[in-house]
T-cell receptor
Framework: GAVVSQHPSWVICKSGTSVKIECRSL??????MFWYRQFPKQSLMLMAT?????????EQGVEKDKFLINHASLTLSTLTVTSAHPEDSSFYIC????????????FGPGTRLTVL | DAKTTQPNSMESNEEEPVHLPCNHS???????IHWYRQLPSQGPEYVIH???SNVNNRMASLAIAEDRKSSTLILHRATLRDAAVYYC????????FGQGTILTVHP
């Protein structure tokens, strides 16, 4: 159990385009999901907290208009990178917190974004 | 989140026990201690978590100091598949990752 999926697993896009990444909890409900990014040889950096049915909370320094987050259901959150540029190229990872187990958080496999 | 301090790297031989230490001296009473591990180009994998008492599961054991200012993740018999970056976090709610410990397992 406790499986989180992400789609796509990798994406290559041209500079200026927008890219949507989906995060799904497959076998549990998650009122809260988190989005991270990770650059090569670095740790995960928390970008935002996504709560079902409400606006996301962004960490300091993360542009909310650039990284649009939608959490429309208890099993799905999406991250849209708008007008992507090469510096947005990174490994994006989501995690989901089990509604019934507040202190258990499970991570997706990640999405590799490359912006040309 | 409480700040955690871990060694940058550790090495072990296959089939030997591994003790991965973590200091979290500013931990608050409601913070849980979490351990995750990550392989290259993969998302973090949950290992174990606990609050005050030692915890065991099929993957590892977690030994928590009585004052909760430190903890140790114990892999009882390391395998090559255990080579990864291990992250220790002390938090209630959102998880903020530090640099972790790179574990190398030698055959």
């Amino acid at each position: 159990g406790a499986v989180v999926s992400q789609h796509p697993s990798w994406v290559i896009c041209k500079s200026g385009t927008s890219v949507k990444i989906e995060c799904r909890s497959l076998d549990f409900q998650a009122t809260t999901m988190f989005w991270y990014r990770q650059f090569p040889k670095q740790s995960l950096m928390l970008m935002a907290t996504s709560n079902e049915g409400s606006k996301a909370t962004y960490e300091q320094g993360v542009e909310k208009d650039k990284f649009l987050i939608n959490h429309a259901s208890l099993t799905l959150s999406t991250l849209t990178v708008t007008s992507a540029h090469p510096e947005d190229s990174s490994f994006y990872i989501c995690s989901a917190r089990d509604l019934l187990a507040y202190n258990e958080q499970f991570f997706g496999p990640g999405t590799r974004l490359t912006v040309l | 989140d409480a700040k955690t301090t871990q060694p940058n790297s550790m090495e072990s031989n296959e089939e030997e026990p591994v003790h991965l230490p973590c200091n979290h001296s500013t931990i608050s009473g409601t913070d849980y201690i979490h351990w995750y591990r990550q392989l290259p180009s993969q998302g973090p994998e949950y290992v174990i978590h606990g609050l005050t008492s030692n915890v065991n599961n099929r993957m590892a054991s977690l030994a928590i100091a009585e004052d909760r200012k430190s903890s140790t993740l114990i892999l009882h018999r390391a395998t090559l598949r255990d080579a990864a970056v291990y992250y220790c976090l002390a938090a209630w709610g959102k998880l903020t990752f530090g640099q972790g410990t790179i574990l190398t397992v030698h055959p």
